[in-house]
């Protein structure tokens, strides 16, 4: 079993449902969970940073970590256009700043 | 957020020959620098962490005679892929840290794209 799971995808959308991406994991160490957004040949780029257990909101995004069930949610609301990207999970363990692990991220297009 | 700037953003190259690719961090000096590799519809794959002054460490499986990666300044890593077959053809991306006692303040580069032909 991989460290962390994620669909690939792909995942079609009209413009304006809401999408919902998810992860699981095998590691209980993790303690830090992030959400990045990789454009076409680009690097990725940071969406969401959370610790531990809960729900984070941000604009159109949410995110929310179950530890007891080690599963991660990043939740987009009113889609757009502009939010078809490679959404990748990625998660490290107790010192914050250590190795991250990656799923293999969802591609997602929103379509007009 | 911080940018951080990698070149070239593609390349190709002959096979056998060695190929550079620069990572600098634009606005924040970086004591600690990342190098990845990602491979279509596949998870990046942390290849290496460079320190400032220090020899990078490698992870397990990378060959550290085959990725060269020196890291002079506070704001330049690069990594040269020496010898360069088919097989080493993928997507590379470095990061920096603009404090390494979080994952928050890590920031990517745009990516290089290496085909060897």
């Known amino acids: 079993q991989k460290e962390v799971e994620q669909d690939p995808g792909p995942l079609s959308v009209p413009e304006g449902a809401i999408v919902s991406l998810n992860c699981t994991y095998s590691n209980s160490a993790f303690q830090y969970f992030m959400w990045y957004r990789q454009y076409s040949r680009k690097g990725p780029e940071l969406l969401m940073y959370?610790?531990?257990?809960g729900n984070k909101e941000d604009g159109r995004f949410t995110a929310q970590v179950d530890k007891s069930s080690k599963y991660i949610s990043l939740f987009i609301r009113d889609s757009q256009p502009s939010d078809s990207a490679t959404y990748l999970c990625?998660?490290?363990?107790?010192?914050?700043?250590?190795?991250?692990?990656f799923g293999k991220g969802m591609k997602l297009t929103v379509n007009p | 957020g911080a940018v951080v700037s990698q070149h070239p953003s593609r390349v190709i190259c002959k096979s056998g020959t060695s190929v550079k690719i620069e990572c600098r961090s634009l606005?924040?000096?970086?004591?600690?620098m990342f190098w990845y590799r990602q491979f279509p519809k596949k998870s990046l794959m942390l290849m290496a962490t460079s320190n400032e002054g220090s020899k990078a460490t490698y992870e397990q499986g990378v060959e550290k005679d085959k990725f060269l990666i020196n890291h002079a300044s506070l704001t330049l890593s690069t990594l040269t892929v020496t010898s360069a077959h088919p097989e080493d053809s993928s997507f590379y991306i470095c990061s920096a840290t603009q404090d390494s006692g979080t994952n928050e303040k890590l920031f990517f580069g745009s990516g290089t794209q290496l085909s060897v032909l």
């Open positions: 959370t610790y531990s257990s």
């Open positions: 606005d924040f000096q970086a004591t600690t």
């Open positions: 990625a998660m490290s363990g107790l010192g914050g700043s250590e190795k991250l692990v």
